[in-house]
DNA sequence: GTTCCGCATGAATCGATAG
DNA sequence: ACTATCGATTCATGCGGAA
């Protein structure tokens, strides 16, 4: 059986007025943030960004199933000294449209963009909002178990802080080398946060997320040969991990530069995704 | 030179009248969460929680310098499978009262409270807000500075096997002299993420966070014998931190159990907190 | 075949300068 | 005055080339 992989180039606001009502699984997204990526998207102005949203958000309830989810990864940034209050507005209009406000979990950045300033430090955490049409979402918790036991108890407990933060975040995204090992062990449930690294290595595009984070949303909240939707695909990482733990994916992206790169790359990543695959595939047992 | 600690009994609202405008450098408080610790304070209902705030936030604005912050740690509970939203009304109110939002920091709590539900994982963080009455705030980040990733990487990994374990186990009980190497070495500002474990053998009060999360911004916001408030001190940890910094510290509390005990700690605690305060030390300068 | 360095590169923010 | 643009600052990561 073949998973099926859509992606259409437009506004987002237009295009789901052509999926069906009660289709979609999980809507994993992360829109472009108020006044950045100004030279790709245009930039949405702070003050006008929950204006923006709320048609958009409008018709993603109608497309979710009401046992599905929808994953929104954002962060307001810094304007004259405070923090904007764009998204907290975002949430109490959502919520309005009769979305539930479920959880907030954290992305903790390890390697947050460097700098230094007199009254700030660097931004290490974005909000990955979870909302929800209904109370009875669907949730595999059991896909993204983490090892715990003896190795995390009491090898960890004699490194450096440093050192043990570093590793948790292994242990947050699932990822290591020695899964032998960890089947043996016991199995825990994560928390709300998440430790990731943003991919700077990227040749091609400016990865908005890593292939972790989807992967874990999509692992958490459908099974195999549900429906994924990202309406702002970007490079179409969410997509990419969709098909790659084989999930239906239905992508949306307003560029043809990107709608054409994400159009082919589907067929070319296949293979290099394939191989990471095998380390899901141990987790997810 | 002395500095100076009191300890009041009653109502915030009531007591902060009593305290002069623009006498206070730092605030840092963990109020009664909405709807929690009933047996203790009563529980304050999630739609009043806003309601019930701001008479003293405005206290807090009136009595904290121009230069000086408010820290506030906070998280909303679930009701009824969502998250309540007082946390961010409350942030849209207090901007209207004049306060400045200027960060959230996030509060990892490595060892959160342990359980599992069918539709949540553990809830692992807090938000610590700062708010600020002006742009001009004091702000010493030179005194919070922690060793460079690469540092753990690197040099670390060179060390034998016995010579972690050694430098490990003085940490416990206060550092070792080659630390002082370290921090001639490269050094870097941390984020607005903090990982803390939360004290679990705390005996006395429900709810208190560890002595590291005040100690961290008392350093940060505040230097020797300036004044910091905790207006819900409970179990005192604000206190404790401060006067063991260094600092002069004014804590309020309506529990006349929580006064007594704090009253009395002050004097009892000194010594065991002074032997853990030579670690701070090392890394303060 | 490994391990190790060196280097480019980010969903950043502030303050100064220019229109 | 108020907004737009630019340079300076800073650090974890993953890659490629070298030992």
């Known amino acids: 059986m073949e998973v099926n992989s859509d992606i259409f180039c437009g506004d987002a606001t237009d295009v789901l007025q052509d999926l069906g009502e009660n289709t979609v699984d999980l809507i994993v997204t992360s829109p ?154 016991d199995m825990a449930y994560p928390t709300n946060v998440l430790h990731l690294a943003t991919e700077c290595g990227n040749k091609n595009h400016s990865a908005a997320f890593p292939l972790e984070l989807p992967s874990w949303f999509i692992k958490l909240f459908t099974k195999e040969f549900d429906t994924v939707l990202d309406p702002f695909a970007g490079s179409g990482t969410t997509l990419f991990a969709a098909e790659n733990l084989r999930r239906n994916s239905i992508g949306i992206e307003i560029l043809e530069e990107y709608y054409h790169m994400v159009k082919n790359g589907i067929k070319e990543k296949e293979y290099y995704l394939f191989e990471k695959e095998e380390g899901y595939a141990f987790i997810n047992k």
Chains 1, 2 share one sequence.
């Open 32 to 185: 472009p943030y108020a006044d950045q990526r100004k030279d790709t998207y245009g930039g949405i102005p702070a003050d006008k960004y929950v204006e923006w949203f709320l048609p958009i958000s409008k018709e993603l309830l109608r497309v979710l199933k009401p046992t599905g989810t929808f994953i929104l990864n954002i962060k307001e940034r810094v304007t004259n000294g405070e923090r904007s209050t764009y998204v907290m507005e975002l949430i109490l209009e959502m919520r309005k449209q009769g979305w539930l406000w479920t959880e907030e979990f954290i992305w903790h950045k390890k390697n947050c963009y460097p700098g230094k300033w007199p009254n700030r430090f660097r931004d290490a955490w974005e909000r990955l909002l979870q909302f929800n049409k209904t109370k009875q979402f669907h949730m595999y918790q059991e896909a993204v178990m983490v090892p715990m036991g003896d190795w995390a108890k009491t090898r960890l407990k004699n490194l450096s802080e440093t050192d043990r933060i570093r590793d948790n975040s292994r242990v947050g995204s699932g990822f290591g080398k020695n899964i032998s090992n960890w089947l043996t062990r």
